[in-house]
């Protein structure tokens, strides 16, 4: 099923974004805007930022940034449809879901494979680095030169290739995923 383009709009016009960020944090107003300490990270200090005119929010401390659909997104580990019905259902919109046509299907199922086989192919090269001795020995000696530290390799989802022009195609296939892809 998929939320008609009119429907989503009609979703983000009636949403107000300081009642839904006051659902779960605490504003105050300074100036034109509002602040507090942000939920996605622990601070002292407020670098969470909303501007009720723009409809945004945005946090100097760690980026986030977004309007009333990212942020129940963010702050509810949400996908877009589920942070749509949520504020849909907040402000009584009412959501009339048209069906895929076949090939919006095919678009969708396409785009999932491909996000499954990305997955699969960060998850080889990430093994590589960390298990096996050419990684280790090659590829982290290589970014520990470069000041890299294991929190930094691992928040950018750091891996390693062997010398071996078709090691993934080999491991994809030998796990069942479509060499096509």
């Known amino acids: 099923m998929r939320i008609p383009e009119e429907t989503v709009e009609r979703i983000r016009q009636a949403s107000d974004i300081l009642e839904v960020i006051n659902d779960f944090v605490s504003l105050k107003k300074r100036g034109s805007n509002y602040i507090a300490c942000c939920p996605f990270h622990n601070e002292k200090t407020p670098s969470f930022n909303v501007n009720p005119v723009r409809q945004i929010y945005k946090c100097f401390g760690c980026g986030k940034a977004g309007d009333a659909v990212r942020f129940v997104m963010d ?4 996908g877009y449809g589920e942070a ?7 402000y009584g919109v009412e959501i009339e879901e048209q069906e895929q046509t076949p090939e919006e299907l095919l678009r969708q ?8 086989a990305l997955n699969f192919a960060k998850t080889y090269f990430q093994e590589l680095l ?5 990684g280790k020995s090659i590829g982290l000696s290589y970014f ?11 928040a ?8 071996q022009w078709d090691g993934l195609l080999q491991e994809g296939t030998k796990r069942g995923y479509n060499p096509d892809m």
């Open 109 to 116: 199922n396409e785009r999932e494979s491909l996000l499954i």
């Open 84 to 90: 749509l019905r949520y504020l849909a259902k907040k």
């Open 75 to 78: 702050i509810e580990n949400i």
């Open 130 to 134: 960390q298990k096996t001795d050419e």
């Open 144 to 154: 520990r030169e470069r000041g890299f530290t294991n929190p930094t390799i691992d």
């Open 156 to 163: 950018f989802e750091l891996g390693y290739s062997l010398d």
